[in-house]
Nanobody
Framework: QVQLVESGGDSVHPGGSLRLSCVAS????????WGWYRQAPGKQRELVAA???????KYADFVKGRFTISRDDAKNTAYLQMNSLKPEDTAVYYC???????????????WGQGTQVTVSS
């Protein structure tokens, strides 16, 4: 079993910055993919940024140039640096990881519990 724990959500003014973290723990052989998603009230969950299984990054158009995803494999941690935040970025942000875990090892998809980001003046 693998657990993902997000942190770093907060309330900020427009134009502000936040850095979200997601730490994975448990029976981990390798984390082959990371993703950050968000869900605003009344809306579907949407992809924000991700490291694909091939190692490349992809971003939603609405965050390009403002958000940056990064990872520290030694710490089993992913980050989302969010700059120039806008009120429309307000949402619960979820971490997702593709992890080879278990016995025998197999790929599984895990989600964190979410962290609230609120952008308002």
């Amino acid at each position: 079993q693998v657990q993902l724990v997000e942190s770093g959500g907060d309330s900020v003014h427009p134009g502000g910055s936040l850095r979200l973290s997601c730490v994975a723990s448990g029976s981990i052989f390798v984390i082959y993919a990371w993703g950050w998603y968000r869900q605003a009230p009344g809306k579907q969950r949407e992809l924000v940024a991700a490291f694909t299984s091939g190692g490349s990054t992809k971003y939603a158009d609405f965050v390009k140039g403002r958000f940056t995803i990064s990872r520290d494999d030694a710490k089993n941690t992913a980050y989302l640096q969010m700059n120039s935040l806008k009120p429309e970025d307000t949402a619960v942000y979820y971490c997702n990881a593709g992890v080879v875990s278990g016995n025998p090892p197999a790929p599984y998809d895990y989600w964190g519990q979410g962290t609230q980001v609120t952008v308002s003046s």
